[in-house]
T-cell receptor
C-alpha cells in the first residue's frame, strides 16, 4: 500500500506570491490533516479535512486555506507569502479520525522557503 | 496550550545506553501517542497508550502513562546510532480529533 505522498518536496517562492501544496493520503483514508513545522514552534496544527469538509482548524490566519477532493486528496494554499511562512509543511492521513482515534500516517513533507 | 511538552529538549547518549524522554500535558486525554522524526522527514508513529493503560511495550520501546500527574515517558533501551532522531508526544484529547504535538526531544546516539 502506497504511503502518504506530498508534492512538491521542495519549493522556493518570494514574498507576496501564493503557493499550493498537494497531499495524497493512503488509499482508503478519509481524514487529512496539515501541520506546519518550524524549528522554534514545533508542529503547529493547520486544519483537518474529512469527506471534503473542514472539520478542525488551528490558529492560523486566513491566508492559509485548504480543501479536500472527493478522492480524499487534499491541497493547501498559502496566499501573500511572508518570510515567516518558511517551514516544513506536513500532511498526515488516517482512516476517519473519528472516535477510534487511530494513529496518523505522515508524508515526507514539503519544504517551503520564502525569499 | 494543549500541546504536549517534551523534556528534555535535547539528549545525547552513547550507543548501548538507555534513553528516557518525558511528556507532560494539560487535561484529560483519550490516549497519548509517540512519534519519531528523522531529520527533515515526516513523522512515524511509534506507540499509542490509552488513558486506562499504565505501561506498554513495543520491541525496545517502553511507554508509561501517569494520568494523575498528566505525564508520560518513553524509554528506548540499548540505543543504537539509528535511533538518532526527534521524538514527539501527542496527547489526544476527548474534545476532538486534533493532535497536539510539542517541540520534541532531539536524541543523538553516539556510536
Amino acid at each position: 500500500k502506497a504511503g502518504v505522498t506530498q508534492t512538491p518536496r521542495y519549493l522556493i517562492k518570494t514574498r507576496g506570491q501564493q503557493v499550493t501544496l498537494s497531499c495524497s493520503p493512503i488509499s482508503g483514508h478519509r481524514s487529512v490533516s496539515w501541520y506546519q513545522q518550524t524549528p522554534g514552534q514545533g508542529l503547529q496544527f493547520l486544519f483537518e479535512y474529512f469527506s471534503e469538509t473542514q472539520r478542525n482548524k488551528g490558529n492560523f490566519p486566513g491566508r492559509f486555506s485548504g480543501r479536500q477532493f472527493s478522492n480524499s486528496r487534499s491541497e493547501m494554499n498559502v496566499s501573500t507569502l511572508e518570510l515567516g511562512d518558511s517551514a516544513l509543511y506536513l500532511c498526515a492521513s488516517s482512516l476517519d479520525g473519528g472516535a477510534s482515534w487511530e494513529k496518523l500516517f505522515f508524508g515526507s513533507g514539503t519544504q517551503l522557503s520564502v525569499l | 496550550s494543549q500541546q504536549g511538552e517534551e523534556d528534555p529538549q535535547a539528549l545525547s547518549i552513547q550507543e548501548g545506553e538507555n534513553a528516557t524522554m518525558n511528556c507532560s500535558y494539560k487535561t484529560s486525554i483519550n490516549n497519548l501517542q509517540w512519534y519519531r522524526q528523522n531529520s527533515g522527514r515526516g513523522l512515524v508513529h511509534l506507540i499509542l497508550i490509552r488513558s486506562n493503560e499504565r505501561e506498554k511495550h513495543s520491541g525496545r520501546l517502553r511507554v508509561t502513562l501517569d494520568t494523575s500527574k498528566k505525564s508520560s515517558s518513553l524509554l528506548i533501551t540499548a540505543s543504537r546510532a539509528a535511533d538518532t532522531a526527534s521524538y514527539f508526544c501527542a496527547p489526544v484529547y476527548n474534545t476532538g480529533n486534533q493532535f497536539y504535538f510539542g517541540t520534541g526531544t532531539s536524541l543523538t546516539v553516539i556510536p
